[in-house]
């Protein structure tokens, strides 16, 4: 694997787990939540993961791990989180959007108000992701 290959996939996976972290920070202090600089930079990571699993998805061994990093991030949840807009979308539009009116806000919210089993879900599936990325060295 190319060093410059081998270095866009380790981003794309630090990218994953800092998602993941601000999902698990958020859910353990609910106070970050009504941070807009967490959200920012929840929004900023959330972009560029977009970007790097299109920019990744051609070459043919991560090909399926791009494919459902985009999933997850372009798929609005499902219940019990029902959103207006996917996780990639509500981060493209939240510095348009007053704070607490964000629809990234509002995923966010409704993700720390469910219960342990709907957000192990959500984990589940970012650690699945994060171990596909991890396969390849």
């Known amino acids: 694997m190319p060093a410059n ?8 996976k630090t990218h994953l787990e800092s998602i993941r972290n601000a999902l698990h920070r958020i859910h353990t202090d609910h106070v970050l939540i009504e941070d807009t600089n967490t959200l920012q930079k929840l929004a900023s990571v959330v972009q560029d993961l977009e ?51 964000s629809d990234l806000y509002k995923i966010v919210k409704n993700f720390v108000e469910h219960s342990e089993m709907s957000e192990s879900q959500i984990f589940k599936a970012l650690d699945d992701a994060i171990q596909s990325l991890s396969d390849y060295k």
Request: net charge negative; proline share 3%.
């Open 51 to 101: 970007i790097e699993s299109q920019i990744n998805v051609k070459d043919k061994k991560y090909k399926e791990s791009c494919e459902i990093i985009h999933h997850l991030l372009f798929t609005p949840w499902g219940a019990p989180f029902v959103m207006d807009a996917s996780l990639l979308e509500a981060a493209q539009i939240y510095k348009f959007q007053e704070h607490q009116a």
């Open 5 to 12: 290959r081998s270095a866009e996939i380790k981003e794309m």
